[in-house]
């Protein structure tokens, strides 16, 4: 049998009740609306990391002189526009109404990334901020900052993201807090500047948050997790999960496919799970 992934994080909830002699661990709804807020803002910050590679990206073929090759919005500025003042503020601009961008989601308000060298460069550093800014009308705070890592041993570049102070507000006014401290190597994609959807990233790190029931978790990549940007589900990669006062679950994503196939681990047993 397989088993939705939520349900089954829910019904671990209610054995680890059973089984461990704890103070007031959270309940299996609190568990349930914190892994599901989990995915919904760790999912809407890495989206923010993709509009954000996108806008730095278009801002190193303008002052390149490379044609700029989008329409509609975002529509992405520059200032200073040279190529030798540094830093520099790029802005992507949604607009002030619901805008259906090419991933499927709706956006409006502002990205503002402040950089201090050509995004491609080793060693730049783009820090990003939100200026009024929503994601199917989730409003997202806080600063993602982006560091150019160079190249590994394999030629593949790395970029290390951190989210600090990262909150979202719902459109029923939750709260949700997010930090994050990760790195993504760009093993695909690279040589193809205008198809965002062959990009393929490795993740490895850590993500903590606390949820809208003031539920504190931790998140650890214990395997790189494989990410194709147009994909809806992790590819392969294992994650293990900490949600304060219970026993650790790991999910293992599988082996490099998209699909809504993983398995969760729990006290040496494997469940099969089908992702949302």
Same mark, same amino acid.
């Given at each position: 049998?397989?088993?939705?992934?939520?349900?089954?994080?829910?019904?671990?909830?209610?054995?680890?009740?059973?089984?461990?002699?704890?103070?007031?661990?959270?309940?299996? @709804?609190?568990?349930?609306?914190?892994?599901?807020?989990?995915?919904?803002?760790?999912?809407?910050?890495?989206?923010?990391?993709?509009?954000?590679?996108?806008?730095?990206?278009?801002?190193?073929?303008?002052?390149?002189?490379?044609?700029?090759?989008?329409?509609?919005?975002?529509? #992405?500025?520059?200032?200073?526009?040279?190529?030798?003042?540094?830093?520099?503020?790029?802005?992507?601009?949604?607009?002030?109404?619901?805008?259906?961008?090419?991933?499927?989601? %709706?956006?409006?308000?502002?990205?503002?990334?402040?950089?201090?060298?050509?995004?491609?460069?080793?060693?730049?550093?783009?820090?990003?901020?939100?200026?009024? %800014?929503?994601?199917?009308?989730?409003?997202?705070?806080?600063?993602?900052?982006?560091?150019?890592?160079?190249?590994?041993?394999?030629?593949?570049? #790395?970029?290390?993201?951190?989210?600090?102070?990262?909150?979202?507000?719902?459109?029923?006014?939750?709260?949700?807090?997010? @930090?994050? *401290?990760?790195?993504?190597?760009w093993i695909e994609g690279e040589g193809t500047i205008f198809?965002?959807?062959?990009?393929?990233?490795?993740? /490895?790190?850590? !993500? *903590?948050?606390?949820?809208?029931?003031?539920? *504190?978790?931790?998140?650890?990549?214990? !395997?790189?997790?494989?990410?194709?940007?147009?994909?809806?589900?992790?590819?392969?990669?294992?994650?293990?999960?900490?949600?304060?006062?219970?026993? #650790?679950?790991?999910? /293992?994503?599988?082996?490099?496919?998209?699909?809504?196939?993983?398995? #969760?681990?729990?006290?040496?047993?494997?469940?099969?799970?089908?992702?949302?």
């Open positions: 049998m397989k088993y939705s992934l939520i349900f089954l994080i829910a019904a671990l909830t209610v054995l680890s009740a059973c089984t461990v002699e704890k103070q007031n661990p959270p309940t299996p @709804e609190e568990t349930l609306r914190a892994m599901q807020e989990y995915i919904l803002v760790s999912g809407m910050f890495s989206d923010a990391f993709e509009e954000s590679n996108d806008a730095a990206k278009d801002s190193d073929n303008q002052l390149s002189g490379k044609e700029y090759g989008k329409n509609g919005f975002p529509v #992405v500025s520059i200032e200073p526009f040279d190529l030798t003042t540094w830093p520099k503020t790029i802005t992507a601009d949604y607009g002030n109404s619901n805008y259906l961008c090419i991933d499927g989601r %709706y956006r409006r308000g502002k990205i503002i990334i402040t950089g201090s060298d050509f995004y491609q460069n080793e060693g730049s550093e783009y820090t990003v901020n939100f200026d009024d %800014y929503f994601q199917n009308d989730h409003k997202l705070e806080g600063t993602q900052t982006i560091i150019n890592q160079g190249r590994n041993t394999d030629e593949f570049l #790395v970029y290390d993201v951190v989210v600090s102070n990262g909150k979202i507000t719902t459109p029923d006014a939750k709260i949700i807090y997010f @930090e994050q *401290n990760s790195s993504r190597t198809q965002p959807c062959d990009d393929v990233y490795l993740i /490895d790190g850590t !993500q *903590n948050g606390i949820s809208s029931d003031s539920i *504190n978790y931790t998140i650890t990549v214990a !395997q790189s997790l494989n990410v194709l940007i147009c994909c809806k589900w992790i590819r392969s990669g294992i994650l293990n999960i900490n949600i304060e006062q219970l026993p #650790v679950i790991g999910i /293992d994503y599988g082996e490099t496919q998209c699909d809504n196939q993983a398995t #969760v681990s729990f006290g040496g047993t494997s469940y099969p799970v089908v992702m949302q």
